[in-house]
């Protein structure tokens, strides 16, 4: 497979051909137990939980697209993030991204200090102020990147170096780039994970989590948690997911591309205050984005000035849908301070930068000429 480009390669993961009659895809195992030959030999696989031929078919596929040893499926992308921060212990410190997912932020603050492992944020577009928050404890560095909703770009490599100097574990949620637009494992990180719900499946029609390592200690870690947890993926959901797989490369091609176009469009309107796009050499992350990534992605945020001009703009658009989520078809427009960061405080979402006019635009496949049409006579309802 290391011969191949990724959209080959990607075919080719996802219809690996049953060894016992050739079916193209992989065959969904509904069940819940296995049957054994007898008391002293038992089959790979005993019950669902632990192991499903389905899954595990899934589970390869995404490992090596990322260029992983090990992968892990799991129920929904907070269950992935989840299981990989419980294989800490009490004592433990963490440094996470101070633009931090809602999900992961409710986990941390929430969940995680009730168990005494505790956290601190820093800025990890800045390397100092990195290795400034590492303390005694500390066992690893969380990175995401491009960060949720301000997509601020973390150097993976510089940070991956900061951690293996302190002898620290390096985290990093792939979400919004998935394993075809950026690779953090080949840059140093130690564990990836993403929202499989996003880009992987691509269509809004499942939940899945999936994490990726290439160290065998950490996925022996990793596997004790899924299976003692029990938040695995269904095999329905795993089949979904490796037919939503299939297009990852075409479906990103082009929503990156209409993204590029959409955010540059965006940046020269009167009615927009600020631009956050990786792939707009504005940007000032953007240098570190083109080193470390395929593009700037399909996901943008950009500032209207109020949370008034949101509810206009919102109310008068005809092509995207206004919800939660992203990485589908179809556009999506989301309000971060009410959706995906609800859990933040007031004072903590204009510490990050989440703006009361701030909305972020998860980009389709829908004709961009199209959207850039809708956004301008959407933007032109506000006073």
């Known amino acids: 497979m290391s011969d191949f480009s990724d959209p080959t390669k990607i075919i080719k993961l996802t219809t690996p051909h049953d060894p016992e009659n050739g079916a193209l895809n992989t065959p969904i195992y509904m069940t819940s137990t296995f049957s ?32 992983a040893e090990y992968g892990y499926l799991f129920s929904t992308g907070m269950a992935a993030i ?11 410190h963490l440094v ?19 168990f005494n492992i505790s956290h601190s944020y820093a800025d990890f577009c800045d390397p100092d102020a990195v290795e400034a928050a590492i303390k005694p404890n500390t066992k690893a560095l969380y990175i995401e990147t491009p960060s949720n909703p301000t ?15 302190h002898h620290l574990i390096t985290i990093a949620d792939n979400t919004f780039m998935s394993p075809y ?17 996003k880009f992987l499946s691509g269509h809004s029609d499942l939940l899945a989590g999936a994490v ?16 003692a947890v029990g938040a695995t993926l269904s095999s329905f959901d795993t089949w979904l997911l490796l037919r939503g797989l299939k297009t990852l490369a075409v479906r990103l091609d082009r929503s990156s591309s209409s993204a590029l176009k959409l ?3 965006l940046e020269n309107q009167p009615q927009v205050v600020r631009v956050l796009y990786p792939g707009l050499p504005s940007h000032p992350g ?54 995906s960061h609800a859990e933040l405080s007031a004072a903590d979402l204009k510490k990050e930068g989440i703006t009361p006019g701030l909305l972020r635009v998860s980009v389709g496949l829908e004709d961009v000429d199209d959207l850039i049409a809708d956004f301008k006579q959407a933007l032109g309802q506000i006073k």
């Open 36 to 67: 054994q030959p007898d008391l002293d030999h038992f089959h790979e696989f005993d019950y669902a939980r632990s192991g499903n031929p389905t899954r595990q078919a899934g589970e390869k596929a995404l490992a090596q697209l990322e260029g």
């Open 82 to 92: 989840s299981s990989v921060l419980l294989t800490f212990s009490a004592g433990d």
């Open 96 to 114: 996470i991204s101070g633009h931090v997912y809602g999900g992961t932020y409710r986990v941390l603050n929430d969940i995680l200090t009730r």
């Open 151 to 165: 997509l601020d770009v973390t150097d993976i490599a510089a940070i991956s170096q900061i951690a293996k100097a």
């Open 181 to 197: 637009l950026q690779k953090p494992l080949s840059l140093g990180a130690d564990i990836v994970v993403h929202s499989a719900t």
């Open 212 to 227: 990726m390592t290439n160290d065998p200690e950490l996925a022996k870690q990793i596997y004790f948690i899924q299976n």
């Open 263 to 265: 955010a540059s469009w």
């Open 286 to 339: 953007y240098e570190i984005q083109q080193k470390q990534a395929k593009n700037g992605g399909a996901v943008f945020s950009f500032d209207i000035g109020s949370e008034a001009a949101v509810r206009t703009f919102v109310a008068a658009l005809k092509i995207p849908i206004f919800s939660v989520s992203l990485g589908a078809t179809e556009t999506i427009v989301s309000y971060p301070p009410k959706m």
